[in-house]
């Protein structure tokens, strides 16, 4: 079997939440292909010392202070390595591409739309999470599932239970009621910092949202140059999907279905092995919809889901905020891929 190759790689971040990324030059493996700075660990030398060492050597700066983040196995076709990622929180100098390498401070949706080396991808992905509201619970309130006047109780419970994220999904111009429960709904979330996701500005612009939500037809309806306001988010049901919103500038995506679910009887489910591979080849954060209950957030956490998606779990439940919190203690007390 071949070796494994080490290698410590760093993440910079500015206090504005840039990261550094370098463009792997002409002569190494993968020219073109954008990286974090780091290179293989020497024999007898530590992940750390590595760190340290290599940062000099690319970037001309001195680490103060970095601690380890992830450690990372990717198998190309050739060799395996072993990434030991550091979170680089100090230094001294000022970074530049000491091997003539190009260097970038990028949004990390900004990281997502380049061609990274693959084993970056979840990497890019992990730190896109860090921006989703914690914990990372989706609520997509749709009115037609629930009779008017119970809408803004149930999404004012669910938040009381802990739910920091909604979803609104508008299919229809809303009516009087509707419009002033959504108004309502705007000034709570506010007051409790619940980011509110809209999928249709136009159908409500007096609502203040935090960003858009689209659907995979609405994605596939935006041309290759982009342009989307930030933040935003898509449903995606394939592959195809999220390698466009990546490319455009998502924060994340849903996938879905997970499972079965009484919504969508037709779609046909991805399972946890599919679930698990698109994860792992998307930059973005991935969030699980489809069938999730409490019971089951644990596994999809475990497939590389960064969050979970709800519709019915939480509106239709007789006592939404503790659904919320249910579904909320589940994700606080599992674990994913990496642990
Ligand atoms: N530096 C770095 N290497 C990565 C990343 N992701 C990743 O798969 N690798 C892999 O890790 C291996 C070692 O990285 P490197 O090419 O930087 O090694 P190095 O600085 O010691 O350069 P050298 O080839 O001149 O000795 C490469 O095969 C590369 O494909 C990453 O984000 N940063
Ligand atoms: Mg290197």
């Known amino acids: 079997m071949p070796s ?26 993968w020219p073109g292909y954008w990286e974090f700075p780091g290179g293989k660990i020497e024999a007898g030398e530590s992940p750390a010392a590595a760190l340290v060492r290599e ?83 989706c609520l997509i309130a749709d009115p037609q599932r629930l009779p008017s006047g119970q809408l803004l109780p149930a999404l004012t419970a669910a938040m009381a239970g802990g739910l920091r994220w909604i979803v609104l999904r508008l299919k229809e111009q809303p009516d009087r009621t509707l419009r002033t429960q959504f108004l309502r709904l705007g000034e709570v979330a506010a007051e409790r910092g619940v980011q509110v996701f809209l999928n249709s500005p136009e159908a409500l612009p007096e609502l203040r949202s935090h960003g858009l939500h689209l659907t995979q037809r609405a994605l596939e309806e935006w041309g290759e140059e982009g342009g989307i306001p930030r933040p935003f988010g898509v449903s995606c049901h394939d592959a195809d999907c999220l390698d466009k919103a990546a490319r455009l500038g998502a924060g994340y995506a849903f996938l879905s279905p997970l499972f079965a679910t009484a919504t969508h009887p037709d779609a046909r489910p991805l399972g946890m092995d599919a ?34 998606a709800v519709l019915s ?6 006592d939404p905020a503790a659904s919320a919190h249910a579904y909320g203690a589940a994700w606080m007390t599992s674990s994913g891929p990496l642990g």
């Open 4 to 29: 494994i190759i080490p290698v410590a790689t760093g993440i910079l971040q500015a206090p504005q939440g840039r990261v550094l990324a370098d463009l792997r030059p002409e002569g190494k493996p």
């Open 55 to 137: 940062l000099r050597e690319e970037l001309g700066i001195e680490v103060r202070a970095a601690s380890p983040w992830r450690v990372m196995d990717f198998a190309y076709s050739q060799r395996t390595v072993r990434l030991h990622l550091f979170r680089v929180t100090n230094w001294e100098g000022e970074a530049h591409g000491r091997e003539g390498q190009e260097i970038r401070w990028l949004d990390p949706e900004d990281l997502a739309r380049l061609p990274f080396l693959p084993a970056n991808r979840p990497i890019i992905a992990g730190l896109l999470a860090e921006k989703l509201p914690q914990p990372p619970l």
């Open 275 to 308: 679930f698990a591979a698109l994860a792992q080849s998307s930059s973005l954060p991935l969030l699980a919809l489809g069938g999730i209950t409490p019971e089951r957030v644990a596994a999809a956490r475990r497939a590389g889901a960064a969050g979970v």
């Open 313 to 318: 779990g939480i509106l239709e439940s007789r």
